[in-house]
């Protein structure tokens, strides 16, 4: 099994900027893609940025320029720099990753739990 937990998400004023971070544990032989995903209340889930494992980054077009996804490769670690925060950006934030697992070869796409972040006056 593969596990992916997030942290770092909150309540922040219009302008400001959170960071978020992803960790993945488990038999892991390797990590393929990762990102972020968020979910508004009733909205559907978006991807909000991914990255490659070798670093090539794609975004929504609603976050570019504002957000910044980057892992270690090493550390199975990932984070997402939101800046200039709106309150369109308050929702559930995700973490997500597909790679392989350790051992006879499986692939795998999990998911983290899920962290909140409020953008508020």
């Known amino acids: 099994q593969v596990q992916l937990v997030e942290s770092g998400g909150g309540l922040v004023q219009p302008g400001g900027s959170l960071r978020l971070s992803c960790a993945a544990s488990g038999s892991i032989l390797s990590i393929n893609v990762m990102g972020w995903y968020r979910q508004a209340p009733g909205k559907q889930r978006e991807l909000v940025a991914a990255?490659?494992?070798?670093?090539?980054?794609n975004y929504a077009d609603s976050v570019k320029g504002r957000f910044t996804i980057s892992r270690d490769t090493a550390k199975n670690t990932l984070s997402l720099q939101m800046n200039s925060l709106k309150p369109e950006d308050t929702a559930v934030y995700y973490c997500n990753a597909g790679g392989l697992y350790s051992g006879p070869p499986k692939f795998f796409h999990t998911w983290g739990q899920g962290t909140q972040v409020t953008v508020s006056s």
């Open positions: 990255i490659t494992s070798g670093g090539i980054t």
